[in-house]
């Protein structure tokens, strides 16, 4: 038996040891017989046996059974404490923890509970079997609860904003083991189209859109923009992992020709410097305008030939969260490229929904872009490409845009067969200036 504190194991404030120790706290956790968790402790100087929460039952009716013996009926008041939420509970790190261990004694302020791969106990008696991360981590589709982890570990909270990939990389590893594939920053390679349309879907009745939506992009550097882990997530709950389409048949209409992720240090799976992914698709030219009814900002189609719309091709768009809620899209030429075509199981209906991501460009002499949002929006016909549009949304180091061609030349870019999309991370110069995510070079074949 042997102790595993951070606070103790690891030296404090020593980056080249927290980087070779972080990454071995997975194996710790998943190769223990059985894990003690101090869930009642605000840290590793308090205690964490309390004393019980005796909640006696008082006897009310007395029955006669069928074979003629009584039995006592008993009332207590019902136990709540297993709902109460302990300091342990809210840190980052501690969600991998919970989910990796095999078996678990956790001491809460009022009763202990269980946790093991099968199901969870707690004193008052109650089973909690089939929920929660660690059932559900350990079942053999563990590589499909992708989307149900992610939304927990968003509600935690975590002392330091570079830990937000690291303190995941464990739980990405075990997914690993059950085939989930490549990991990229975030997102998993095998679905990575679907996981790309993550955003604000759908509004809460009552939620103001200013709530939907993090305070803003992280600083310093954490991922690339078209990942959700390089938002502030302090309001992430509302936040959708992929586009839900319940009802519909779903067809991806673009291509992933690449993807990549530069790791930061020896963990594959953990913190990322660099990021790069690059797709087929179509793209089409938005402005935003600002609604006359209710004051929201709203994307309308500006021009559809650059794309080889047809003429009597519509496209209204129903739907288009921003990321940032604190900025302002107004009259701002917008790009959006198309990920997944949804079809009406209604065939009388005949409606055909389009859903992408939504780009902005920040420099037109460098073309440099980076995602905004997402979009929803529906057509009445959509015909095939007279062109190839390959479209790479990147993060590459700011130095690697030393040496590119000067795309100035470029500013009728979408005349060309084929367009690539290279993006730079915000990069804080030493003017004090940024530079912004997606780098643009046409290529004429």
Known sequence: MFSSCDSLCIVQDDANDWDSESGRMATVYSNAHLVVAASSA????????????????????????????????????????????????????????????????????????????????????????????????????????????????????????????????????????????????GLWRTRLIDQLLWGFWSRPVGLPSAMLAGAGRIQPYRAPTWSWASLDTQNGRHMKLGHNASGMLSDVICRLLHASCTPRGRDENGAVTSGKIVLEGKLIKFICREHALDGQNVLHVQDMRHASWPEHVTLTILEAPFDLAEESYKDIELYGIALVRHLNSDVIKSVITYIGITLQMFDKKLGIYERVGVWKGDVQRWVPLRRRQDVPICNINGSSLRGSTDVGAHARHYNYDYMTFKCCRKLRTCSGQYMKDLYLESTEL
């Open 42 to 185: 605000s840290d590793s100087s308090e205690g964490f046996i309390s004393s019980p929460c005796h909640n006696p039952a008082l006897p009310v009716a007395t029955m006669r059974n069928d074979d003629g013996s009584l039995s006592t009926i008993h009332v207590r008041s019902e136990y709540a404490s297993h709902q109460e939420l302990g300091p342990l509970d809210s840190r980052g790190w501690a969600l991998e923890e919970r989910a990796l261990s095999r078996r678990l004694v956790d001491f809460r302020r009022y009763e202990m509970f269980w946790e093991c791969t099968r199901c969870s106990f707690c004193e008052c008696g109650q089973s909690f079997s089939q929920v929660g991360p660690k059932t559900i981590f350990h079942r053999p589709e563990s590589s499909f609860c992708w989307s149900d982890l992610r939304k927990a570990y968003l509600q935690k909270a975590l002392t330091h904003s570079s830990d937000f990939l690291p303190a995941l990389s464990g739980i990405v590893s075990h997914m690993q083991n059950f085939g989930a594939g490549d990991y990229l920053a």
